[in-house]
């Protein structure tokens, strides 16, 4: 138990401190070189073959891109070690938190098509996130509940948006009412995901609404709002109005058993440092065997490099991608500006220089960080490896996808922080 623990607590620091970054096989794509340095870039390529080859991880697929192109894209090393199979540029990925962002514009769509406001309560659209209670203790009373009290609010479309809703997650085992979001745990608990929705809405919030950034199922409740105000199912909606229009063709929820062969095997350590397979943990079902089972807008969606590249170059050319518009620019500015006041930051970014956006980090100050970076950047991470960033204003962004789970023993890696240096550094103009 104490082993677990602490796997969770490091797990929740990587994300809350989220700092993220980002073979020459594969189909053609369009390169963009008119404002990076083809030479530079390829210097990406010592960076990871060296974490592949001091045994760190099993493989990498990699890009930079720009508003116009790709500038660089490769893959590195195995996407099935056990069975020597090769990573590919077409190989797909469990992006995890990384749906995070999707789901976001897609609620910011059906702000720009007016059919839901940043101030509307979430009880307009799900009813049972109205009269909402703050534990007053996050350890139960003697009968099993919880004590509780009045918010002082209802919870906000906003507040969703930015994990100030007070909503609790899967990643602290710390009290009662943390291991109750834990047990809520959409991607094993039962029901359509309205009910999976109502189980986490019958849970006490951790703070008040508005006061504190809880990374949390904030987003998963956003994928509930998107069905209600859409009359569509989660993934239908992001079908017709983010993957088809962006000809994203290999992002979906749900995998069925022959789509295990393309996607990439999660690797994980043991304690005595050898990369075996994983089978998952308590916040997921066997990642390799297994499908999703669910539409979960927090973290369930399989991508590929290609896909989620396309949907970088919208966001950097202001919410459009040949021809088709999924934002306004306006839209995609506010998502990047500033939207947490700094006493509602976690404390490391309140040293560092960093925020929360709408779907993302958000660089305020890049030189308290610590890493390469440039004011701007806004981005995050997924649970099983995986990275990414844009920044509109310096027009360029990083993808950096791998499959490892998080657990006591993994192995430090430092590519996502030398991808970032090494796409800064190749900007010529």
């Known amino acids: 138990m104490k082993q677990e623990k602490t796997f969770m607590r490091a797990v929740a620091a990587v994300l809350a401190a989220a700092i993220i970054t980002v073979s020459a096989g594969g189909e053609a794509f369009a390169r963009d070189r008119s404002q990076l340095s083809a030479e530079a870039l390829e210097r990406i390529d010592a960076v990871l073959q ?8 099993a493989g990498y697929v990699a890009a930079v891109v720009t508003k116009e192109g790709v500038a660089y894209k490769k893959a590195f090393g195995k996407a099935d070690p056990f069975n020597d199979k090769p990573m590919t540029t077409d190989t797909r990925f469990r992006i995890a938190s990384m749906t995070k962002p999707v789901i976001s514009v897609a609620v910011m769509q059906l702000v720009d098509r007016g059919l839901v406001a940043l101030s509307d309560p979430v009880e307009r659209f799900i009813p049972a996130y109205a009269n909402p209670q703050v534990a007053v203790s996050k350890n139960r009373q003697k009968d099993g509940s919880f004590e509780t009290r009045p918010a002082k609010r209802s919870i906000t479309i906003h507040d969703l948006l930015t994990h100030t809703a007070g909503i609790g997650y ?79 063709t290999e992002t979906e929820f749900f995998l069925n058993e022959e789509d295990f062969d393309g996607l990439a095997v999660v690797v994980e350590f043991n304690e005595q440092g050898e990369m075996i397979r994983s089978v998952g943990n308590a916040l997921s079902s066997n990642v390799n065997d297994e499908a999703f089972g669910i539409a979960s807008g927090g973290a369930g969606l399989v991508s590929n490099v290609d896909d989620y590249a396309r949907f970088m170059r919208m966001l950097l050319n202001g919410g459009e991608l040949d021809g088709a518009r999924i934002l306004s620019p306006a839209t995609v500015k506010l998502m990047m500006s500033d939207h947490t006041p700094m006493e509602a930051r976690p404390e490391p970014w309140q040293k560092t220089g960093t925020t929360f956006g709408l779907g993302g980090y958000v660089v305020l100050e890049p030189g308290y960080s610590g890493n390469v970076g440039a004011e701007g950047d806004w981005g995050w991470a997924g649970y099983w490896d995986t990275h990414f960033f844009v920044n509109a204003e310096q027009n360029i962004g990083a993808i950096l996808l791998a499959q490892t789970q998080p657990n006591p023993y993994i192995k430090p890696s430092r590519a996502r922080d030398l991808v970032k240096g090494v796409a800064y550094g190749a900007v010529k103009k």
Request: glycine content about 6%; aromatic content about 8%.
């Open 50 to 57: 060296a974490e592949i080859d001091d045994g760190n991880r």
């Open 170 to 248: 899967v990643f602290s085992m710390e009290s009662d009412l943390d291991k109750a979001y834990l047990e809520a745990n959409l991607l094993l608990t039962e029901g359509d995901l309205g009910e999976r929705i109502d189980q986490i809405a019958a849970l006490p919030l951790l703070t008040e609404p508005g006061e504190k950034w809880e990374y949390s199922y904030s987003i998963d409740v956003l994928g509930r709002i998107i069905e209600v105000v859409s009359g569509m199912e989660l993934e239908a909606y992001l079908q017709e109005n983010v993957f088809a229009p962006l000809r994203m």
